[in-house]
């Protein structure tokens, strides 16, 4: 290893991080047994897929982050053991290794029925250290804050925790639920029956005013990729919602005109506070009962520079679930100035998509407006072998360009601030890093 490849590395691996967004529970984000950690839902998902029964782990036949599993933790971690093996050569089952034998002094990360108690009692043990959580975050993970979506006006939230809200009712299909269905979901958590286009902007004004009032660092939409920008129309709404109402097919010209309307209502709602920071997810898609597929449209980056266009009081900070997108997202933050660009989505955080992402972002986009990492974790946990990869691949990216010529040596150095954590205190308003 050359000496600038040790300082670089060093650099990095000492940065401070601000982690945009995660689920972590507000006022406990660690882990409280095993099954926490080993059934955290995209290794679930694996399991399953590679032929564990849905059922075998959660009597739902879901995963816990989704309904409540009704059974004991160490009952479903033993029943997943048989299944574990056939996880050995992805990025998931990597970064369950990685924090058993890191966090948790596993040798080699290796669970097993053997090492099952031994690996539950570290987990249980953690649990109610109180000096557990800044262990990891802090002094392993380095992040000074972490905002999540999982909390609550009644409790308070961790020291290094703060909030932001995601689930903006814009979208009028849902994978698991009829449009009549979805409809009904969006009336209940606005409050009103919504028979026109007026009642839908209206209510969208009302819970754009509720998260205008709530400390939030940021708003989370999450478009449709078939979705195409226009001008609001209510009459145009109107006859959309009739159409929703009697489950009658609904076509992308129909999405586009519900998520338009709501989408203006809610920002003259945000308008009337100082929130003024949306994050973007795109390019995904939710099927029965829980299958996470990615799901993008060529029309996606000219509805995106539209939409910021409308709105050039807002910041638009934006990640994607499909690698076809990562380019065009790059592209877009280019040209506009409030689309900046942060981390990779779990269906773009492995090594090959992070690279690729690293690669184009440095090439397209102005240092000040890319963001290198969001955990999206559900357990504190998660966030170390996430962060772990990341900033290996960051350093990979920058020895690069300075090996070939193209960064000095003093500007792969002074990029590692700025996409660790001062692009996203700035976007987000949060605390900057103590010196």
């Not at 601030?417 to 949060?430: E, F, K, S, T, V």
């Amino acid at each position: 290893m050359s000496d600038f490849e040790t300082t670089l590395r060093a650099a990095i691996e000492a940065s401070p991080v601000y982690d945009p967004h995660s689920h972590l529970r507000a006022e406990r984000p660690q882990a409280d047994h095993l099954a926490d950690i080993v059934l955290y839902h995209h290794v679930w998902i694996e399991l399953v897929s590679a032929g564990m029964p849905p059922d075998a782990t959660s009597r739902a036949g879901l995963p816990h982050e989704v309904a409540d599993p009704g059974m004991e933790p160490l009952e479903r971690v033993r029943a997943a053991l048989p299944y574990l093996h056939h996880l050995r050569g992805t990025t998931c089952g990597n970064f369950l290794r990685v924090i058993l034998r890191d966090l948790y002094g596993l040798q080699e990360g290796r669970l097993a029925e053997d090492t099952l108690e031994q690996a539950a009692g570290a987990v249980a043990a953690r649990a109610t250290d109180p000096a557990w959580l800044d262990d990891v975050l802090q002094k392993r993970c380095g992040i000074r804050t972490v905002l999540t979506v999982e909390h609550s006006r009644a409790a308070p939230c961790a020291a290094c925790v703060g909030r932001g809200r995601e689930g903006v009712p814009t979208n009028l299909i849902s994978g698991k639920q009829t449009p009549a269905q979805t409809l009904a979901s969006i009336e209940e958590r606005l409050g009103c029956d919504l028979g026109t286009g007026g009642d839908l902007r209206s209510g969208m004004h009302r819970l754009g005013q509720e998260y205008s009032r709530s400390g939030l660092h940021f708003a989370g939409v999450w478009l449709l990729p078939q979705v195409s920008w226009r001008e609001p129309s209510e009459k145009a709404v109107t006859e959309v919602l009739a159409r929703a109402r009697r489950n009658a097919p609904l076509s992308p010209d129909d999405l586009s005109e519900f998520t338009c309307l709501g989408l203006d209502g809610f920002v003259a709602g945000l308008r009337e506070g100082p929130l003024r920071t949306i994050q973007l997810i795109l390019g995904a898609e939710v099927l029965p009962p829980h299958r996470s597929i990615t799901h993008w449209d060529a029309s996606v980056p000219g509805m995106l520079a539209r939409l910021a266009g409308a709105y050039p009081d807002f910041h638009f900070n934006c990640s994607t679930a499909s690698e076809v997108h990562i380019q065009d997202l790059a592209i877009v933050a280019k040209h506009v100035p409030n689309v900046s660009v942060a981390g990779y989505w779990w269906h773009t955080i492995y090594p090959h998509t992070i690279r690729k992402s690293l690669a184009l972002r440095l090439d397209m986009v102005p240092a000040n407006k890319i963001v290198a990492f969001f955990s999206d974790a559900y357990h504190a946990e998660w966030c170390y072998p996430k962060l772990r990869l990341v900033r290996r691949l960051l350093g990979d990216v920058l020895l690069e360009r300075v090996s070939d010529g193209t960064y000095t040596p003093e500007a792969a150095l002074s990029l590692v601030p700025d996409l660790m954590h001062d692009n996203a205190a700035r976007i987000y308003g949060l605390q900057p890093p103590v010196s």
